[in-house]
DNA sequence: TAAATTTGCTAACGACTGTTAGGGAACCGA
DNA sequence: TCGGTTCCCTAACAGTCGTTAGCAAATTTA
Protein backbone atom coordinates (compact mmCIF):
# COMPACT_ATOMS: atom_id res chain seq x y z
CA UNK A 1 0.00 0.00 0.00
CA UNK A 2 2.37 2.96 -1.25
CA UNK A 3 -0.31 5.49 0.10
CA UNK A 4 -0.52 5.31 3.56
CA UNK A 5 0.23 8.45 5.23
CA UNK A 6 2.55 9.77 3.04
CA UNK A 7 1.82 13.41 4.83
CA UNK A 8 4.08 13.74 7.26
CA UNK A 9 7.53 15.56 6.38
CA UNK A 10 5.46 17.17 3.78
CA UNK A 11 3.38 18.65 6.40
CA UNK A 12 5.95 19.76 8.64
CA UNK A 13 7.98 21.59 5.58
CA UNK A 14 4.58 23.51 4.97
CA UNK A 15 4.34 24.10 8.85
CA UNK A 16 7.66 25.49 8.92
CA UNK A 17 6.86 27.42 5.20
CA UNK A 18 3.52 28.91 6.80
CA UNK A 19 5.59 30.44 9.96
CA UNK A 20 8.25 32.22 7.62
CA UNK A 21 5.72 33.19 4.94
CA UNK A 22 4.20 35.05 7.70
CA UNK A 23 6.75 36.90 9.27
CA UNK A 24 9.69 37.27 6.57
CA UNK A 25 7.03 37.64 3.68
CA UNK A 26 6.96 34.84 0.68
CA UNK A 27 9.61 36.97 -1.21
CA UNK A 28 12.04 37.44 1.25
CA UNK A 29 11.88 33.57 2.70
CA UNK A 30 14.12 31.64 0.38
CA UNK A 31 14.64 28.23 0.24
CA UNK A 32 17.59 28.51 2.32
CA UNK A 33 16.03 30.05 5.26
CA UNK A 34 13.03 27.51 5.27
CA UNK A 35 15.19 24.49 5.34
CA UNK A 36 17.57 25.75 8.06
CA UNK A 37 14.04 25.96 9.92
CA UNK A 38 14.12 22.10 9.42
CA UNK A 39 17.53 21.67 9.92
CA UNK A 40 18.50 20.82 6.39
CA UNK A 41 19.95 21.74 3.24
CA UNK A 42 17.93 23.31 0.66
CA UNK A 43 18.17 20.60 -1.74
CA UNK A 44 16.90 18.00 0.55
CA UNK A 45 13.67 19.99 0.42
CA UNK A 46 13.00 18.67 -3.23
CA UNK A 47 12.26 15.09 -2.34
CA UNK A 48 9.25 16.06 -0.80
CA UNK A 49 8.11 19.18 -2.56
CA UNK A 50 8.38 20.61 -6.43
CA UNK A 51 8.27 24.02 -6.22
CA UNK A 52 8.11 27.31 -3.84
CA UNK A 53 5.13 27.92 -5.55
CA UNK A 54 3.28 25.19 -4.82
CA UNK A 55 4.02 25.67 -0.89
CA UNK A 56 2.49 28.81 -1.42
CA UNK A 57 -0.66 28.05 -2.98
CA UNK A 58 -1.39 25.00 -1.21
CA UNK A 59 -1.21 27.34 2.27
CA UNK A 60 -3.70 29.72 0.26
CA UNK A 61 -6.15 27.28 -0.76
CA UNK A 62 -6.37 25.23 2.30
CA UNK A 63 -7.94 28.42 3.84
CA UNK A 64 -9.83 29.56 1.03
CA UNK A 65 -11.60 25.70 1.39
CA UNK A 66 -11.73 26.55 5.08
CA UNK A 67 -13.48 30.02 4.68
CA UNK A 68 -16.06 28.42 2.39
CA UNK A 69 -16.49 25.68 4.74
CA UNK A 70 -17.71 27.49 7.57
CA UNK A 71 -19.50 29.75 5.24
CA UNK A 72 -21.83 26.51 4.44
CA UNK A 73 -22.01 25.91 7.86
CA UNK A 74 -23.41 29.12 8.77
CA UNK A 75 -25.76 29.40 6.29
CA UNK A 76 -27.27 25.94 7.13
CA UNK A 77 -28.47 26.48 10.22
CA UNK A 78 -28.97 29.98 10.45
CA UNK A 79 -32.63 30.41 11.50
CA UNK A 80 -32.95 34.64 10.90
CA UNK A 81 -30.74 36.80 8.51
CA UNK A 82 -28.95 38.40 11.89
CA UNK A 83 -28.33 35.16 13.29
CA UNK A 84 -26.76 33.77 9.83
CA UNK A 85 -24.60 36.82 10.56
CA UNK A 86 -23.43 35.90 13.44
CA UNK A 87 -22.80 32.60 12.70
CA UNK A 88 -20.83 34.37 9.54
CA UNK A 89 -19.21 36.25 11.94
CA UNK A 90 -17.78 32.95 14.62
CA UNK A 91 -17.26 31.07 11.50
CA UNK A 92 -14.87 33.27 9.93
CA UNK A 93 -13.38 34.53 13.22
CA UNK A 94 -12.38 30.65 14.28
CA UNK A 95 -10.83 29.67 10.43
CA UNK A 96 -8.84 33.41 10.90
CA UNK A 97 -7.86 32.36 14.35
CA UNK A 98 -7.66 28.49 14.35
CA UNK A 99 -4.31 28.81 12.56
CA UNK A 100 -3.24 32.67 12.69
CA UNK A 101 0.41 32.44 10.99
CA UNK A 102 -1.76 30.35 7.90
CA UNK A 103 -4.80 33.16 7.91
CA UNK A 104 -2.34 35.75 7.23
CA UNK A 105 -0.24 34.25 4.52
CA UNK A 106 -3.59 34.33 2.85
CA UNK A 107 -4.24 37.46 3.50
CA UNK A 108 -0.97 38.90 2.89
CA UNK A 109 1.12 36.82 0.20
CA UNK A 110 -1.82 35.37 -1.89
CA UNK A 111 -0.58 38.14 -4.12
CA UNK A 112 2.69 36.26 -5.34
CA UNK A 113 0.72 32.91 -6.54
CA UNK A 114 1.50 32.64 -10.37
CA UNK A 115 -1.12 32.59 -13.36
CA UNK A 116 -2.97 30.35 -13.80
CA UNK A 117 -3.21 29.81 -10.13
CA UNK A 118 -4.05 33.48 -8.98
CA UNK A 119 -6.94 34.30 -11.25
CA UNK A 120 -8.23 30.92 -9.47
CA UNK A 121 -7.42 32.69 -6.06
CA UNK A 122 -9.21 35.73 -6.66
CA UNK A 123 -12.09 34.70 -8.21
CA UNK A 124 -12.70 32.49 -5.29
CA UNK A 125 -12.49 35.38 -3.27
CA UNK A 126 -14.74 37.44 -5.01
CA UNK A 127 -17.26 34.44 -4.64
CA UNK A 128 -16.87 34.92 -0.76
CA UNK A 129 -17.81 38.79 -0.99
CA UNK A 130 -20.60 38.21 -3.29
CA UNK A 131 -22.22 35.42 -0.88
CA UNK A 132 -21.65 38.43 2.26
CA UNK A 133 -23.13 40.70 -0.09
CA UNK A 134 -26.34 38.11 -0.51
CA UNK A 135 -26.35 37.78 3.00
CA UNK A 136 -26.31 41.60 3.69
CA UNK A 137 -28.95 42.39 1.28
CA UNK A 138 -31.44 39.83 2.54
CA UNK A 139 -31.06 40.87 5.76
CA UNK A 140 -31.98 44.83 4.80
CA UNK A 141 -35.04 43.69 2.23
CA UNK A 142 -35.90 41.74 5.54
CA UNK A 143 -35.68 44.68 7.76
CA UNK A 144 -32.70 43.42 10.06
CA UNK A 145 -30.04 45.45 8.57
CA UNK A 146 -29.33 48.98 7.72
CA UNK A 147 -26.19 50.63 6.28
CA UNK A 148 -25.47 53.88 4.57
CA UNK A 149 -26.85 54.91 0.80
CA UNK A 150 -28.33 50.99 1.33
CA UNK A 151 -24.64 49.61 -0.29
CA UNK A 152 -24.18 46.53 0.46
CA UNK A 153 -20.64 46.34 -1.51
CA UNK A 154 -19.57 49.15 0.80
CA UNK A 155 -20.90 47.35 3.83
CA UNK A 156 -19.47 43.92 3.12
CA UNK A 157 -15.87 45.45 2.21
CA UNK A 158 -16.65 47.06 5.37
CA UNK A 159 -17.21 44.44 7.83
CA UNK A 160 -14.35 42.27 6.41
CA UNK A 161 -12.19 44.67 6.61
CA UNK A 162 -13.13 44.55 10.50
CA UNK A 163 -12.48 40.99 10.64
CA UNK A 164 -9.37 40.08 8.57
CA UNK A 165 -6.77 42.50 10.72
CA UNK A 166 -7.38 40.02 13.81
CA UNK A 167 -4.96 37.62 13.18
CA UNK A 168 -2.19 40.49 13.20
CA UNK A 169 -2.81 40.58 16.91
CA UNK A 170 -4.89 37.28 17.97
CA UNK A 171 -2.76 35.24 19.97
CA UNK A 172 -3.22 32.07 21.05
CA UNK A 173 -3.37 31.49 24.74
CA UNK A 174 -4.33 35.31 25.14
CA UNK A 175 -7.16 36.01 27.55
CA UNK A 176 -9.16 36.27 24.69
CA UNK A 177 -10.59 33.06 23.21
CA UNK A 178 -11.77 33.38 19.59
CA UNK A 179 -15.72 32.30 20.67
CA UNK A 180 -15.17 35.14 22.64
CA UNK A 181 -13.54 37.36 19.82
CA UNK A 182 -16.31 36.60 17.29
CA UNK A 183 -19.07 37.38 20.07
CA UNK A 184 -17.45 41.15 21.08
CA UNK A 185 -17.16 41.92 17.04
CA UNK A 186 -20.45 40.35 16.36
CA UNK A 187 -21.99 43.33 18.78
CA UNK A 188 -20.04 45.83 17.56
CA UNK A 189 -20.67 45.47 14.34
CA UNK A 190 -24.26 45.55 14.99
CA UNK A 191 -24.72 48.23 17.56
CA UNK A 192 -21.87 50.59 16.92
CA UNK A 193 -19.84 52.64 19.22
CA UNK A 194 -22.72 54.94 20.25
CA UNK A 195 -24.38 54.25 23.47
CA UNK B 1 22.08 78.75 -4.89
CA UNK B 2 22.99 75.33 -4.89
CA UNK B 3 19.73 74.11 -2.69
CA UNK B 4 17.02 75.31 -5.14
CA UNK B 5 14.43 72.42 -5.36
CA UNK B 6 17.28 69.79 -5.58
CA UNK B 7 13.94 67.47 -5.41
CA UNK B 8 12.57 66.75 -8.57
CA UNK B 9 14.55 63.65 -9.71
CA UNK B 10 14.22 62.06 -6.70
CA UNK B 11 10.72 62.93 -6.37
CA UNK B 12 9.92 60.48 -9.39
CA UNK B 13 11.83 58.04 -8.09
CA UNK B 14 10.28 57.63 -4.80
CA UNK B 15 6.95 57.90 -6.84
CA UNK B 16 7.73 55.03 -9.07
CA UNK B 17 8.89 53.12 -6.25
CA UNK B 18 5.61 53.69 -4.24
CA UNK B 19 3.56 52.09 -7.27
CA UNK B 20 6.20 49.60 -7.60
CA UNK B 21 6.48 47.99 -4.05
CA UNK B 22 2.64 48.89 -3.63
CA UNK B 23 1.49 45.81 -6.18
CA UNK B 24 4.93 43.18 -6.67
CA UNK B 25 5.87 44.12 -2.58
CA UNK B 26 9.20 45.79 -1.59
CA UNK B 27 10.99 42.17 -1.77
CA UNK B 28 9.94 41.58 -4.86
CA UNK B 29 10.64 44.93 -6.92
CA UNK B 30 14.52 44.98 -7.69
CA UNK B 31 16.41 47.87 -8.02
CA UNK B 32 16.21 47.31 -11.83
CA UNK B 33 12.46 47.02 -11.98
CA UNK B 34 12.55 50.32 -10.48
CA UNK B 35 15.02 51.87 -12.88
CA UNK B 36 13.18 50.16 -15.94
CA UNK B 37 10.50 51.80 -15.07
CA UNK B 38 12.47 54.95 -15.35
CA UNK B 39 13.37 54.27 -18.61
CA UNK B 40 17.02 54.05 -16.88
CA UNK B 41 19.62 51.85 -15.86
CA UNK B 42 19.66 50.14 -12.10
CA UNK B 43 23.20 52.18 -11.58
CA UNK B 44 21.88 55.68 -12.44
CA UNK B 45 19.73 55.71 -9.35
CA UNK B 46 22.33 55.69 -7.25
CA UNK B 47 22.91 59.33 -8.04
CA UNK B 48 19.87 60.37 -6.65
CA UNK B 49 19.36 57.58 -3.83
CA UNK B 50 21.24 56.21 -1.12
CA UNK B 51 20.02 52.69 -0.76
CA UNK B 52 16.68 51.10 -1.52
CA UNK B 53 16.66 50.98 2.26
CA UNK B 54 16.04 54.46 2.26
CA UNK B 55 13.39 55.09 -0.37
CA UNK B 56 11.21 52.43 1.19
CA UNK B 57 11.75 54.36 5.24
CA UNK B 58 11.32 57.60 2.99
CA UNK B 59 7.94 56.12 2.05
CA UNK B 60 6.86 54.70 5.56
CA UNK B 61 8.06 57.53 7.71
CA UNK B 62 7.06 60.00 5.30
CA UNK B 63 3.16 58.67 6.15
CA UNK B 64 3.47 58.22 9.76
CA UNK B 65 4.07 61.98 9.52
CA UNK B 66 1.10 62.33 7.73
CA UNK B 67 -1.22 60.27 9.78
CA UNK B 68 0.10 62.41 13.19
CA UNK B 69 -0.46 65.70 11.65
CA UNK B 70 -4.09 64.84 11.22
CA UNK B 71 -4.55 63.66 14.59
CA UNK B 72 -3.37 66.68 15.83
CA UNK B 73 -5.85 68.86 13.57
CA UNK B 74 -8.56 66.32 14.25
CA UNK B 75 -7.78 67.54 17.99
CA UNK B 76 -7.29 70.33 18.06
CA UNK B 77 -10.74 71.90 16.70
CA UNK B 78 -12.86 69.15 18.21
CA UNK B 79 -15.84 69.99 20.06
CA UNK B 80 -16.80 67.11 21.70
CA UNK B 81 -15.74 63.05 21.59
CA UNK B 82 -17.83 61.93 19.00
CA UNK B 83 -16.60 65.15 16.78
CA UNK B 84 -12.64 64.36 17.75
CA UNK B 85 -13.99 61.04 16.64
CA UNK B 86 -15.67 61.87 13.28
CA UNK B 87 -12.73 64.18 12.63
CA UNK B 88 -10.16 61.88 13.37
CA UNK B 89 -11.43 59.42 11.09
CA UNK B 90 -12.12 61.81 8.34
CA UNK B 91 -8.24 62.94 8.67
CA UNK B 92 -7.50 58.98 8.92
CA UNK B 93 -9.17 58.39 5.51
CA UNK B 94 -8.03 61.34 3.54
CA UNK B 95 -4.61 60.56 4.25
CA UNK B 96 -5.15 57.07 3.24
CA UNK B 97 -6.55 57.90 0.37
CA UNK B 98 -4.79 60.84 -0.83
CA UNK B 99 -1.98 58.38 -2.09
CA UNK B 100 -3.07 55.14 -1.63
CA UNK B 101 -0.41 53.26 -2.98
CA UNK B 102 2.02 55.27 -0.51
CA UNK B 103 -0.49 53.83 2.54
CA UNK B 104 -0.89 50.20 1.26
CA UNK B 105 3.26 50.67 1.42
CA UNK B 106 3.12 52.52 4.39
CA UNK B 107 0.57 49.37 6.26
CA UNK B 108 2.12 46.45 4.64
CA UNK B 109 5.62 46.75 3.73
CA UNK B 110 6.67 48.42 6.84
CA UNK B 111 8.09 44.98 7.88
CA UNK B 112 10.71 44.89 5.55
CA UNK B 113 12.29 48.34 7.02
CA UNK B 114 15.75 47.32 9.46
CA UNK B 115 16.85 48.25 12.43
CA UNK B 116 17.08 50.76 13.76
CA UNK B 117 14.50 52.46 11.73
CA UNK B 118 11.82 49.46 12.60
CA UNK B 119 12.10 49.92 16.32
CA UNK B 120 11.16 53.58 15.28
CA UNK B 121 8.57 52.54 13.32
CA UNK B 122 6.89 50.51 15.96
CA UNK B 123 6.95 52.90 18.52
CA UNK B 124 5.59 55.93 16.57
CA UNK B 125 2.69 53.04 15.53
CA UNK B 126 2.19 52.25 19.17
CA UNK B 127 2.24 55.67 19.69
CA UNK B 128 -0.75 56.58 17.28
CA UNK B 129 -2.72 53.52 18.83
CA UNK B 130 -2.68 54.96 22.05
CA UNK B 131 -3.65 58.22 20.71
CA UNK B 132 -6.84 56.86 19.88
CA UNK B 133 -7.27 54.57 22.85
CA UNK B 134 -6.94 57.61 24.81
CA UNK B 135 -9.82 59.71 22.83
CA UNK B 136 -11.93 56.65 23.01
CA UNK B 137 -11.47 56.08 26.93
CA UNK B 138 -12.33 59.78 26.92
CA UNK B 139 -15.66 59.51 24.95
CA UNK B 140 -16.70 56.43 26.85
CA UNK B 141 -16.04 58.37 30.12
CA UNK B 142 -18.21 61.52 28.72
CA UNK B 143 -21.39 58.62 28.16
CA UNK B 144 -20.52 59.20 24.53
CA UNK B 145 -19.41 55.63 23.47
CA UNK B 146 -19.37 52.05 24.95
CA UNK B 147 -17.82 48.97 23.55
CA UNK B 148 -17.90 45.67 24.74
CA UNK B 149 -16.12 44.80 27.90
CA UNK B 150 -15.39 48.72 28.39
CA UNK B 151 -12.28 47.71 26.43
CA UNK B 152 -10.74 50.35 24.59
CA UNK B 153 -7.90 48.76 23.27
CA UNK B 154 -10.20 45.82 21.59
CA UNK B 155 -11.97 49.25 20.20
CA UNK B 156 -9.21 50.59 19.20
CA UNK B 157 -7.92 47.60 17.35
CA UNK B 158 -11.16 47.23 15.57
CA UNK B 159 -11.74 50.88 14.62
CA UNK B 160 -8.13 51.15 12.87
CA UNK B 161 -8.92 47.25 10.99
CA UNK B 162 -12.16 48.99 9.70
CA UNK B 163 -10.44 51.78 7.92
CA UNK B 164 -7.36 50.33 7.33
CA UNK B 165 -8.79 48.11 4.54
CA UNK B 166 -9.85 50.97 2.56
CA UNK B 167 -6.90 52.09 0.25
CA UNK B 168 -6.57 48.31 -0.99
CA UNK B 169 -10.33 48.93 -2.68
CA UNK B 170 -10.07 52.96 -3.02
CA UNK B 171 -9.90 54.13 -6.38
CA UNK B 172 -9.40 57.77 -7.03
CA UNK B 173 -12.17 59.21 -9.43
CA UNK B 174 -14.13 56.23 -8.30
CA UNK B 175 -17.87 56.92 -7.54
CA UNK B 176 -17.25 57.45 -4.27
CA UNK B 177 -14.95 60.56 -2.65
CA UNK B 178 -13.01 60.36 0.54
CA UNK B 179 -14.80 62.50 2.24
CA UNK B 180 -18.09 60.76 1.34
CA UNK B 181 -16.54 57.27 1.98
CA UNK B 182 -15.29 58.96 5.57
CA UNK B 183 -18.55 59.68 6.70
CA UNK B 184 -20.46 56.64 5.73
CA UNK B 185 -17.64 54.28 7.99
CA UNK B 186 -18.52 57.04 10.76
CA UNK B 187 -22.09 56.40 10.79
CA UNK B 188 -21.68 52.65 10.04
CA UNK B 189 -18.66 52.37 13.42
CA UNK B 190 -21.04 54.32 15.25
CA UNK B 191 -24.45 53.15 14.45
CA UNK B 192 -23.53 49.69 13.33
CA UNK B 193 -25.57 47.18 11.19
CA UNK B 194 -28.89 46.57 13.19
CA UNK B 195 -31.65 48.73 12.40
C1' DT C 1 16.98 -11.06 4.13
C1' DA C 2 15.67 -8.54 0.12
C1' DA C 3 13.18 -4.93 -2.04
C1' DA C 4 11.15 -0.56 -1.77
C1' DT C 5 10.53 3.86 0.11
C1' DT C 6 11.91 7.83 2.55
C1' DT C 7 15.16 11.13 3.58
C1' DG C 8 19.13 13.50 3.00
C1' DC C 9 23.68 14.81 1.00
C1' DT C 10 27.33 17.47 -2.17
C1' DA C 11 28.02 19.95 -6.21
C1' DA C 12 26.62 22.78 -9.42
C1' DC C 13 23.66 25.46 -13.03
C1' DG C 14 22.29 30.00 -14.77
C1' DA C 15 20.03 33.84 -13.43
C1' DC C 16 19.39 37.66 -10.50
C1' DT C 17 20.51 40.66 -6.23
C1' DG C 18 22.00 45.56 -4.34
C1' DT C 19 25.66 48.31 -4.97
C1' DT C 20 30.29 50.63 -6.36
C1' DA C 21 33.85 52.54 -9.57
C1' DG C 22 34.90 55.50 -12.96
C1' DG C 23 33.80 58.03 -16.71
C1' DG C 24 31.29 61.09 -20.02
C1' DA C 25 27.76 63.95 -22.10
C1' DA C 26 24.29 67.93 -21.45
C1' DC C 27 22.86 71.96 -19.29
C1' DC C 28 23.45 75.69 -15.87
C1' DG C 29 24.33 80.66 -14.23
C1' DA C 30 28.34 83.94 -14.47
C1' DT D 1 33.55 80.51 -22.31
C1' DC D 2 33.97 78.70 -17.94
C1' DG D 3 33.24 75.75 -13.57
C1' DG D 4 29.69 73.35 -11.46
C1' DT D 5 25.79 70.52 -11.32
C1' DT D 6 22.73 67.05 -12.98
C1' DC D 7 22.10 62.94 -15.08
C1' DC D 8 23.14 58.61 -17.01
C1' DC D 9 26.25 55.16 -18.89
C1' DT D 10 29.17 50.48 -19.05
C1' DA D 11 31.42 47.16 -16.40
C1' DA D 12 31.83 44.65 -12.66
C1' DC D 13 31.81 42.98 -7.61
C1' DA D 14 30.43 39.41 -4.41
C1' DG D 15 26.73 37.26 -2.95
C1' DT D 16 22.03 34.95 -3.17
C1' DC D 17 18.19 32.89 -5.73
C1' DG D 18 15.27 28.48 -7.02
C1' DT D 19 16.22 24.31 -8.73
C1' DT D 20 18.38 19.84 -10.83
C1' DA D 21 21.51 15.76 -11.05
C1' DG D 22 23.34 12.00 -9.06
C1' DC D 23 24.20 9.34 -5.18
C1' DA D 24 23.94 7.16 -0.42
C1' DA D 25 22.28 6.03 4.10
C1' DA D 26 18.46 4.84 6.86
C1' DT D 27 13.97 3.07 7.55
C1' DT D 28 9.99 0.39 6.38
C1' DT D 29 7.67 -3.42 4.20
C1' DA D 30 7.32 -8.14 2.43
New binding site residues.
Given amino acids: ?2 T ?1 A ?1 E ?2 KAQIRRHATALFQDRGFAA ?5 L ?1 AA ?1 G ?5 L ?3 I ?4 ELLAEICFRLAEDFFTAFDAAEAHATSPTDALRRFIGGHVRVLTTDSAAAQVFLAEWRHLEEPRLAEFTARRDAYETRLRALLRRGADAGAFRFPANDERFAALWLLSSLNWLPMWYRANGKLDPAEIAERLFTTLLQGLSV
Fill in positions: MPAPKRTSMRDALVEAASYSHSSKQ
